[in-house]
């Protein structure tokens, strides 16, 4: 009998220490890929924002008539969007806090983006003085 329970007693403390072992690298996985997924946002907004602030710049100087379209994947922590003067303004959620993604333009820029996940289709028009973006 005692060579029974000699066999189990090293059975559980194998599977505690397995379990020991896991733990710690569940955290550092789960760490790691919210991270991961933050900074992929960060990257998709700041290439949208560079996007439609150089298409808005080729625009603006091709003269009042013409006009371009962008089709977009927007990430899903966007919290606001933002066209003011010469600047596009994403806010994106973060684990952290928000943050911030900022592109200047040489144009003056009007009009609003989407903040839902997903494509969208951008129109960029050049106006007397200014660029006005809307999405369809």
Do not use: C, W
């Not at 969007?81 to 943050?99: M, P, R």
């Amino acid at each position: 009998m005692n060579l029974k329970s000699q066999v189990s007693v090293e059975y559980m403390l194998i599977m505690g220490f397995a379990t020991l072992m896991t733990i710690p690298l569940l955290l550092i996985y789960y760490t790691y890929t919210s991270d991961s997924g933050d900074s992929v946002a960060a990257s998709q907004a700041l290439q949208i924002a560079r996007k439609i602030a150089d298409s808005s710049e080729s625009v603006y100087y091709l003269g009042k008539p013409s006009q371009t379209t962008l089709k977009l994947n927007f990430p899903d922590n966007i919290y606001s969007t933002n066209l003011s003067n010469k600047e596009v303004v994403f806010k994106i959620k973060t684990k952290n806090g928000i943050t911030d993604i900022v592109q200047v333009s040489p144009v003056n820029m009007s009009g609003s983006l989407p903040i839902t996940q997903g494509i969208h289709i951008i129109t960029i028009k050049a106006e007397e003085g200014y660029v006005q973006v809307t999405s369809n």
